[in-house]
């Protein structure tokens, strides 16, 4: 009877184990990493500095899963300052404990110890991206993430040959932190030196043609760019001299295939794009520059790379090189950019941008809306006591959403709301309308519109609610520009985008419900408006803010929480054992 027993439940534990086995085959893979952040030298524009890396590159290592998986990073920080990671487009469902942006959802990782994020892919497929989530360190902390199809499933493209990562980066000669603290006390952060393709400045600037990425490629076949854009502070446009691009995804979601001859791409988005080596065998460049909307300085250079068709003669400069070739032009051709300040080039690239919405890939557009955020974007004035600093007086710049300027808290939001701790951290007042309706586009608007108010304030909504917001650009004094605006732990149909004022009457009639983009980040055009969609179906605190990082140091940033459902399943995950300390 005995041994008959142990074999019934012998026979229980491995029916348990194999329940298991398939559940852990249907919800994906568990993959492990380990990211050191410390100190490493890097001899860029004729000068070595030390920053701040994981795992001494630059950019930084590449996260590889499959739809679905889950993946561990234990992130050591060895460096002299708070750091924390955000996994960016990773929506971590009822996670947002590992969501990483600090003081929302957790505490910093401080110089010595460890934190490990849990990441949860759910139905994200493509390209997506990691970065520091703290003061200024994204300048050199991030990285692309890849995520495939399910195994035993293919792209909704044609297979590409060969698949290469694209990372657009800021160099900065001086020390990031060093810079980010002097713009604390002044408010006018300062420019970049250089941009970087794949940490490479390119030909172009001073003491960079002999490392010029280099991109070798063979006559006929086609590439898969994985294309990331982790500038600190400008949006780009990119190109490949006399070669046809074709998107594919954005943001880790697929949409119908767009043939263009140039990208734009803000600080934030990420791009899947198709290149076939289908022109005369020579050398081409690949370049990008920024594109900007406003009246602010900009970094004006130019960092480009080689496409290089293989076995093709070495070429001064950074160009585009097919393989075949042994007598390149003397002046190989360079990619026809839009201009720096074609914003009707920025918004025609956004408005060819569409969803797949077919059987494998579905979209589920909200057609009925629960609650409706018209929702200010705007740079705006912080009057300055002359007893504040030394080095300020009178007004300085500032960034509002709903002309209120966001305020970072001394402790971390989602611990205080998921434990519902009496405090004084945090609100639940922002508005769901501007707190002044004027002409929000208009020329020579009054001074008096410039000044915000300060808070820490959130919009709390119900879970499974259909959220509507309106992001509206304002020309308060003239300071009108293109705002790339991301929400954490979500994607987002961009169901309406045009300009002047929104009119909530007419605009609607013409949304998009049937196959819009399924994005995380989208700029809102300058002197316009965008609408997005979702479903609240993913409780938790998650941050929203502009990508342009002077922006967000600025204040243009809010919080959204989404309540828990009736049920386990529909709540925030329990905390897990540890998280880091204020």
Known sequence: MAMEKMEVMLRFLGLLLLNELLYCMAEGNINYYDFLLQ???????CSTKSMLTVNGSFPGPVLRAYRGDTVYVNVHNQGEYNITIHWHGVKQPRNPWSDGPEYITQCP?????????????????????????SDWSRATIHGAIIVLPRKGTSYPFPEPDEEETIIFSSWFKEDVMKMYNEAEVTGVPKLSDAFTINGQPGGLYPCSNETTYRLLVQYGKTYLLRIVNAILNEELFFSVAEHNLTIVGIDGAYIKPVITNYIMITPGQTLDVLVTANQPPSNYYMAARAFVSGTFSFHNGTTTGIFQYINCCSLPLSILQYTSCCSPPLSPSFPNLPSYKDSAAALTFTKRLRS??????????????NTQIIMTVSLNLLPTPESSCARVVGNRCSGGLN??????????????????MEQNIFTYDFPDQPPLSYNYTGENLPSSLLVASQGTKAKVVNYNETVEIVFQGTNAGGRAENHPMHLHGYNFYLVGIGSGNF?????????????????NTIGVP????????????????????????KHATWGMDMVLIVKNG????TSIRPPPAY???C
Request: charged fraction near 15%; glycine fraction near 4%; hydrophobic fraction near 35%.
């Open 39 to 45: 100190d490493s030298n890097f001899t860029r524009l």
């Open 109 to 133: 990782i401080q110089p010595g110890s460890n934190f490990t994020y849990e990441i949860i892919f759910s139905t994200e497929e493509g390209t997506l991206w990691w970065h520091a989530h």
């Open 356 to 369: 797949l919405a077919n059987q494998d890939y579905p979209v589920n557009v909200p057609q009925n809306i």
């Open 403 to 420: 002309n209120i300027s966001w305020v970072m808290p001394s402790t971390a939001i989602l611990q205080t709301y998921y434990r519902q």
């Open 503 to 519: 009119n909530n009457e007419t605009d609607p009639k013409n949304y998009n419900l049937n196959d819009p983009p399924y994005v």
């Open 526 to 549: 300058k002197n316009g408006w965008a609408a997005i969609r979702f479903r609240a179906e993913n409780p938790g605190v998650w941050f929203m803010h502009c990508h342009l990082e």
């Open 566 to 569: 009736s049920t386990a399943a």
């Open 579 to 581: 998280m880091p300390d």
